[in-house]
């Protein structure tokens, strides 16, 4: 929670992508580019991944060590020791594929994960596991895992619809958020190795609901995030929409 990047929208080809503070305060604007989509923070809390319609980067959060890998992608996380990217994109038609990038050798090195597993969102602490996200693919939707040992795609919760999801800060579960009109969840799913342990809880409830875009609209950001302890959320509110809450007065004896 102590950074955030965002994508302000200059028009409907092109956008900002800036850092600044968990306040929204001492702001620094990383590039100006063509379909500019976020990507996920590494572990350092400095180091940062982005998109846009032509390429992949990695960069600082003041702008500094910019890095650029010319294969295009919708999704990109760090490993956990910050010596690999996973990205995600679509190589054929309706399948969507993950690479790995090897972030200490320069140049164009990269290697097949899996073949059509989603999206890939998040890379637990072990080095072991990713999970991804196939919310539009017919063969991968839902929540899935990727092991990293055989390449293998498991197919977690496949009846669940979702923009992302994240491992919990204790390595216990992941996180992932489901949206109706009526307000928001953040369920806590059990995992551990690599199998499921019980069912999704609901871990925290919100009385708004996130905007969520299909991942390959011209203008496609994850429109909310929180951090994995869930004592933060973010999330975009279009200027057209306002939030109405009820307030209830309790009575003390």
């Known amino acids: 929670g102590l950074h955030l990047m965002y994508v302000t929208i200059l028009s409907s080809a092109e956008g900002d992508l800036w850092v600044s503070d968990g306040k929204g305060q001492n702001k620094v604007r990383i590039a100006t580019g063509g379909s500019i989509r976020t990507g996920r923070w590494a572990r350092d809390n400095f180091h940062l991944c982005f998109m846009t319609g032509e390429a992949t980067y990695v960069v600082g959060a003041n702008g500094s060590g910019l890095r650029k890998f010319p294969r295009v992608s919708d999704s990109c996380v760090w490993s956990s020791d910050q010596k690999s990217l996973y990205v995600s994109g679509e190589e054929k038609a309706g399948a969507i594929d993950t690479w790995k990038w090897n972030l200490e050798v320069m140049g164009e090195v990269e290697e097949k994960v899996v073949y059509n597993c989603g999206f890939v969102t998040d890379a637990d602490s072990t080095g072991r596991y990713l999970l991804s996200n196939g919310f539009l693919s ?13 390449g293998k795609c498991t197919y977690l919760l496949p009846d669940v619809s979702t923009k992302s999801a994240l491992f919990a800060h204790d390595g216990r579960a992941f996180l992932f958020a489901t949206t109706s009109p009526d307000g928001s969840t953040i369920h806590r799913q059990g995992w551990k190795d690599g199998k499921l342990v019980g069912s999704p809880i609901a871990a925290l409830r919100l009385p708004f609901s996130f905007v969520v875009n299909p991942p390959y609209s011209a203008q496609s950001f994850t429109d909310y995030d929180f951090t994995s302890d869930l004592s933060t959320v973010f999330y975009a509110r279009p200027d057209s ?3 109405l809450y009820l307030m209830s007065r309790v009575r003390s004896n």
């Open 241 to 243: 929409r306002a939030d």
């Open 138 to 150: 017919a063969t991968a939707r839902g929540i899935n895992e990727i092991s990293l040992l055989d």
